[in-house]
């Protein structure tokens, strides 16, 4: 069973388009959600973290809304450039409890110039 | 060097050989991580380590599989008998586990098997 469903597979925008990836989970025990960037060739990379107590983190052109009550999150990229494009991972951990996170099967991201 | 390394960067085996698969994390990174990455597919966590605690193996797909940390540093993945569908990226990450409410995992760039 997965525990952290993400959509879409593959997206592709033009650039200075604001790409928008979701992700649901079920678990309400989930209580940390980062964003890991991937680009070809190279590990993933932490992007942008959000706890569930606030709705909304910005940081930089990327920004997480996070809706409680759903159990869903999604991350906002403003001002896509074509450097952003990389596969996109959302995962869902408990906080103090780190022995695994629940990854996304990720989002292709491709920005067009 | 200041990144998490992996070797070898890829390995080519033959149906039924063992392979091992090592990871160097961070210097002074308390906990370390294994997933393996398949085609199109998510992170598959597969073993956890934490200092000097007992490792959480819950992700471990079979008993082909093992892993090991020496001196709470580097980690060796084996694979034993491997097959087809052991073919992906293994990916190990490390973390400073501050406690804080946060965690940072810090991946290498894994290691694609690939098994014939």
């Known amino acids: 069973q997965q525990q952290v469903k993400q959509s879409p597979q593959s997206l592709i925008v033009q650039k200075g388009g604001i790409p928008i990836i979701n992700c649901a989970y079920e678990n309400t025990a989930f209580d940390y959600f980062p964003w890991y960037q991937q680009f070809p060739g190279k590990g993933p990379a932490l992007l942008i973290a959000i706890r569930p107590d606030v709705s909304e983190k910005k940081e930089g052109r990327f920004t997480i809304s996070f809706n409680k009550s759903a159990k869903q999150f999604s991350l906002h990229i403003m001002d896509s450039q074509p450097g952003d494009s990389a596969t996109y991972f959302c995962a869902a951990s408990m906080r103090y409890n780190f022995n695994k996170f629940y990854f996304g099967s990720g989002t292709k991201l491709n920005v067009k110039p | 060097g200041a990144g998490v390394s992996q070797s070898p960067s890829n390995k080519v085996t033959e149906k039924g050989k063992d392979v091992e698969l090592r990871c160097d994390p961070i210097s002074g990174h308390t906990a370390l991580y294994w997933y393996r990455q398949s085609l199109g597919q998510g992170l598959e966590f597969l073993i956890y380590?934490?200092?000097?605690?007992?490792?959480?193996k819950s992700g471990l797909p079979s008993d082909r599989f093992s892993a090991e940390r020496t001196g709470g540093s580097v980690s060796t993945l084996t694979i034993q008998r491997t097959q087809q569908e052991d073919s992906a990226v293994y990916l190990c990450?490390?973390?400073?586990?501050?406690?804080?409410?946060?965690?940072?995992?810090?991946f290498g760039s894994g290691t694609q098997l690939s098994v014939l």
């Open positions: 380590f934490q200092g000097n605690s007992a490792p959480d």
């Open positions: 990450a490390s973390s400073l586990h501050r406690d804080r409410g946060d965690e940072k995992l810090f």
